[in-house]
């Protein structure tokens, strides 16, 4: 029997709005449950209990797929919470080879899946110390050397900086993985703001800010930063 | 006798803020000359005759990246005008590989140079109907063809949208080269607007637009969408 994956919202397709394949036209499946409980998380709702996950095989997320996206979709991006926990999406990902769907999964490299290994892009967040949560170094090393010994498919860090401290965390998962491309980001502190006018001048001031402390550090001379373009394109909403 | 290059700009370090290494921390060596006159060039000084070149060696460009960047770099973007025109680049990307530097170069496509099989990321850009040129498809598949047999890099195509005709050349380029990655961005319609922040509005709406094009269109599901991001961050500057 196929082990069910609790999903909270199934949507697209739309833009990717972050990271290695920003800009990339992709359906989202947003799963519930996570191991960690960020300060600043911004998809709370995924494991806060404010809303209810549907179990779904892979087959009934499939169908879902199919019926929002039509044929204008060859591209699923998985996030959370953390889709890590769950051993289901490896039935998923193997229906998306079926079909020639390219995939991407967002997890903070907590937790391994063998099925991570099928993902054509894997993105690992780990978290800077303004989430209050502490990273477990060794468990990242282990996942990053699984990850690292796959054949196909692309791999990246992404890490999103509030402030000056989580800047030097970004610098030590740097320098930890050097040969990884790693992407930063402003983290939106701003998340009850419904003006996406105002949030969008917030957020572009805090990327410009950012952008400048990257430009005047030799160690971060291989680092990409990226704007969060859903916030910038549709402020604080869901399911866009 | 090393062949000069005629530079009209070099400055950084500051973030590309556009197609397949967006985000990335780079200098920029901006060339002067093309052999096209596109109807919205937002480059129009590096032909038009307002600013004048400086023939410049590979050396002399060397010192000014140092003198300028200094240690705070390891990624050069080269962007025109047509960088394609000058021969004497090789020498300068040799330079670059020597010191370990990643490279990147733009230009639409008309003119071949040896020295493009040495670039790390190389954009191609052809230009759709709202620019007024005319695209000669046989010089611009045997320059995709000679682009294609090199072992390492990176290349990709970029289109800018302005209209929904440009969007129509667009598909016929990726049916043409369906497996090279294709950037669409939109076309900054607004070059004298010297109001950053309407700017950033009236762009996010275009861009908005073209999101919604390209999401629904079956043909441009592998397509990837991307705002300016210099243009979010600084309007109309130059040297930024
Ligand atoms: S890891 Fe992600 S989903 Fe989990 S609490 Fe942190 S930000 Fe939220
Ligand atoms: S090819 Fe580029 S630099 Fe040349 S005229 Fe067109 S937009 Fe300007």
């Known amino acids: 029997m196929s082990s069910k994956i609790p999903v909270l919202e199934i949507f697209g397709p739309t833009i990717q709005g972050e990271g290695m394949v920003a800009g990339q036209k992709t359906m989202f499946v947003r799963t519930g449950g996570c ?9 709370a709702f995924t494991w806060d209990g404010s809303q209810k996950a549907t179990p779904m095989t892979a087959d009934d997320i499939m ?3 199919e019926q929002t996206g039509g044929g204008r979709f060859s591209h699923v991006t998985i996030s959370g919470g953390n889709p890590a926990l769950h051993v289901g999406i490896a039935e998923l990902i193997e229906r998306f080879q079926e079909k020639g769907i390219a995939s991407a999964v967002e997890t903070q490299g907590s937790f ?8 054509d892009d894997v993105t690992i967040s780990p978290k800077p110390p303004s989430s209050e949560m502490t990273t477990d170094w060794s468990r990242l090393d282990t996942f990053m050397m699984r990850l690292s010994a796959r054949r196909d498919g692309n791999h990246n860090l992404k890490i999103v900086i509030f402030d000056e401290e989580d800047l030097v965390y970004a610098k030590q998962v740097h320098g930890r993985y050097p040969d990884v491309p790693l992407y930063l980001q402003v983290g939106n502190d701003d998340l009850d703001n ?3 006018a105002r949030l969008r001048d917030h957020l572009l001031e805090k990327y410009e800010w950012l952008v400048d402390r990257v430009m005047a550090d030799p160690e971060l001379n291989r680092v990409r930063v990226l704007p969060q373009i859903h916030a910038l394109l549709w402020g604080n909403k869901q399911g866009v």
């Open 35 to 43: 191991d960690y409980r960020c300060a600043w998380c911004d998809s």
């Open 63 to 65: 169908a879902k797929l």
């Open 112 to 119: 391994w899946q063998d099925w991570l290994l099928n993902v």
């Open 194 to 196: 419904q003006d996406p």
